[in-house]
């Protein structure tokens, strides 16, 4: 079974950083875009980011955008999410995801778990 494992998620303090790494099982990653999204309880599910195979042409919401950087280690088989300068709101479940495509097209196959990132003092 294809799987996406996150990790590096939890409590830090706002304007604090954490850096998510989600990691394939299974399978090499390199030929497919990957996205992390985050799931906040009662809110729905929203895109972070995305990056493409290659690792070009990153996209960011608005809500992160500036504070938020996703790169790739290919080797690793592994993406990560650095995130700075948090806030509260970005408190939520946050999930990578294998685009079908080397672009980020919006068509994820593969999903992890999630990882929980809490902004609190």
């Known amino acids: 079974q294809l799987q996406l494992v996150e990790s590096g998620g939890g409590l830090v303090q706002p304007g604090g950083s954490l850096r998510l790494s989600c990691a394939a099982s299974?399978?090499?990653?390199?030929?497919?875009?990957i996205a992390w999204f985050r799931q906040a309880p009662g809110k729905e599910r929203e895109e972070v980011s995305c990056?493409?195979?290659?690792?070009?042409?990153?996209t960011y919401s608005v809500a992160v955008k500036g504070r938020f950087t996703i790169s790739r280690d290919n080797a690793k088989n592994t993406v990560y999410l650095q995130m700075t300068g948090l806030k509260v709101e970005d408190t939520a479940v946050y999930s990578c995801?294998?685009?079908?495509?080397?672009?980020?097209?919006?068509?994820?196959?593969?999903w992890g778990q999630g990882t929980q990132v809490t902004v609190s003092s």
């Open positions: 995801a294998a685009d079908v495509g080397t672009y980020c097209w919006g068509h994820f196959n593969v």
């Open positions: 299974r399978f090499s990653l390199e030929k497919n875009a």
């Open positions: 990056i493409s195979s290659s690792g070009g042409s990153p």
